[in-house]
């Protein structure tokens, strides 16, 4: 009974799970396209519901505690520092996972900063420990972060809340202010947007643009706040970045709408038969770089979180197979590494 009534306040009391939309923000979710039944849809159903395609819990929870050899890495993961004054533009840097400071040339621009934990429990997501420690306060000033879901894997509450400091603006999903505001962020530094919404900081527009997913930080919530992907359209580069979803014409209508793109960030691995509709295979992610028009692409989505149950390296090693002959370039920096368009890492350093 103690056991229910702590985990019963922590949800209940804990900041981390965030906050609920407000009149304003409900009222834009009621007058959505893409708000139906008192949830968000996607616009491509998924014919799995993500509740009922879970694995059975003990297998989960023994591939967890004893991870299978192979799942892990053997040993601190090969990082680099990150070059923040490249000479060369528009240099990127990937921290692991989905986060990724983009310099357009003009401005800043981070994605999906996870810089703690991938879930608000300590049995499961901890990053996988490297030879160099990124830090926040090693960041220099972000014009503008970008979220894609509410997922603890890419919306990190304490990540954005010592963000808030060095950050111009937040560009969310619509419902996701609500988390924002709970951490502290003010309410004149965030912009949420729908599926196709936009919006302009000085020279550069972000897109809001469709991915076939689903939201949720509380048990026994789903959906009720909206998950998708970015366009970043800069006068020096143009960017997507795929957030988390699952294979779809999406991708298609992204990129003849506001292809092609520079650069494209694919998701790329926490994948599983078992939910096969909302993450992508890593031929499929290959497939959806094309369908965007993507001019080069890194598979992003893997190498610091234990997720699901293929091996630690499984997704960029099958990317990078899928990839051959596909007239695509594919970087695959170190975490911590920052490079160029004209020069694209493409060491097999896994």
Known sequence: MLLFVSGFLFVTLSPVFGGKPDEQTRARMLASDNFKDDIFVNRHPVSDNPDSAKPPMGKWLNSVIFPPAGKHPTGLLPAKLPDFVAQQTPPFTWFGHSTILINTGSMTV??????????????????????????????????????????????????????DSKTGHFYVPLAVRAHLLKWGIDDSKITELDWFGDAMLNDTRF?????????????????????????????????????????????????????PFDMAFMEDGAYSPYWPEIHMLPEESVQASLDVKAKNVMPIHWGKFDLAFHDWNEPVIRFTRAAEGKNLNVATPHIGETFTLESLPQQKWW
């Not at 090693?138 to 990190?156: E, N, T």
């Open 207 to 259: 897109i809001f643009t469709p991915s076939k997913h689903f939201s949720g930080r509380k048990p026994g919530q789903r959906n009720d706040t909206l998950w998708g992907s970015w366009v970043v359209q800069a006068p020096e580069v143009s960017v997507y970045f795929s957030g988390d979803g699952g294979y779809s014409p999406d991708f298609a209508e992204i990129g003849k709408r506001f292809g």
């Open 110 to 163: 981070l994605t999906d900063p996870v810089f703690y934990r991938a879930s608000p429990v300590w049995l499961i997501g901890t990053p996988y420990p490297a030879d160099k420690k990124l830090t926040i306060d090693g960041l220099p000033y972000i014009d503008a972060v970008l979220i894609s879901h509410d997922h603890y894997d890419h919306l990190d509450a304490k990540a954005i809340a010592e963000l």
